[in-house]
């Protein structure tokens, strides 16, 4: 295959995944990953991304973008759904305890197979969420009694916020926090682009017992304009990738345990 055309198939990529990784490429063309490098760095020259460690993204990318619930619910729902079954796996033993679900299409995908999975180790949860958008499908599942926190919603994310959202969350003690991100960086953490989202999700992470994050490999390298968390407070990471070499030593400096899906 000629360069041009590889240089192509990766601007499609960009284009429907929103990110690219080198190995992820190399993998996929049979290159080196120094070939994909320059294959990069000739696409940035010519204003088609942006590089970012471990690969590129889109020149759309910013630390305050953020697509709707809406726009975002297909895109990798099969990575999602895979991440989402994985991270159940927490849920052992005919559990019998309290879940809090984060906003996201992440967490949604938590949510579209937790009765499946409580019914399958005959459990039973107190679920909480603040998502509106969760809420109608777990309102009438079996094994699943539901409470939602109110506040002001926004649309982007058809999620509550704000003052009384966090103060609600903050009384809470949930057993396990399912958290979605739209960053993680070694050095930055997890990250999100509203400060009124970063507030609610600071809240989950600080009230639950256990904090299991959801997030495609495509989070990885980001950083988007509020932290929320440090690595170090989050308990299990779940993904569809195995993180890059930066990102990977300092999750397991912090204690994070990855679990692949």
Same mark, same amino acid.
Request: aromatic letters at 8%; charged letters at 10%; proline letters at 3%.
């Given at each position: 295959m000629y360069a041009t055309e590889r240089r192509e198939i990766i601007e499609q990529q960009l284009t429907d995944d929103g990110r690219v990784g080198v190995h992820e490429l190399a993998r996929r063309f049979e290159v080196t990953t120094e070939t994909i490098r320059r294959d990069l760095d000739a696409l940035e020259r010519l204003g088609a991304l942006r590089r970012v460690h471990g690969g590129a =993204? /889109?020149?759309?990318t910013r630390s305050v973008a953020e697509r709707s619930v809406t726009e975002r619910i297909h895109h990798r729902a099969g990575a999602k759904a895979a991440i989402a079954r994985r991270a159940l796996g927490v849920l052992a033993g005919s559990f019998q305890g309290s879940v809090f679900l984060d906003a996201g299409t992440t967490t949604a995908a938590v949510a579209d197979l937790l009765p499946a999975r409580l019914d399958e180790i005959h459990g039973h949860a107190d679920v909480v969420t603040h998502s509106l958008s969760l809420a109608p499908a777990l309102a009438t599942a079996g094994g699943i009694t539901l409470t939602v926190i109110g506040g002001r919603v926004r649309t982007v994310t058809a999620a509550a916020v704000g003052a009384g959202t966090v103060r609600a969350i903050e009384q809470l003690r949930p057993d396990?926090?399912?958290?979605?991100?739209?960053? =993680? /960086?070694?050095?930055?953490?997890?990250?999100?682009?509203d400060p009124e989202e970063a507030a609610v999700k600071r809240a989950i992470v600080r009230s639950a017992r256990r904090i299991v994050t959801v997030a495609d490999a495509s989070k990885f390298g980001e950083e988007s304009l509020?932290?929320?968390?440090?690595?170090?407070?989050?308990?299990?990471?779940?993904?569809?990738?195995a993180p890059g070499a930066e990102l990977a030593a300092a999750l397991s400096e912090a204690g994070v345990q990855v679990w692949s899906a």
């Open positions: =993204v /889109t020149l759309h396990i926090a399912f958290i979605g991100t739209n960053g =993680v /960086t070694a050095g930055f953490g997890l990250s999100t682009p509020v932290t929320f968390a440090a690595l170090s407070e989050i308990d299990v990471l779940v993904t569809d990738a």
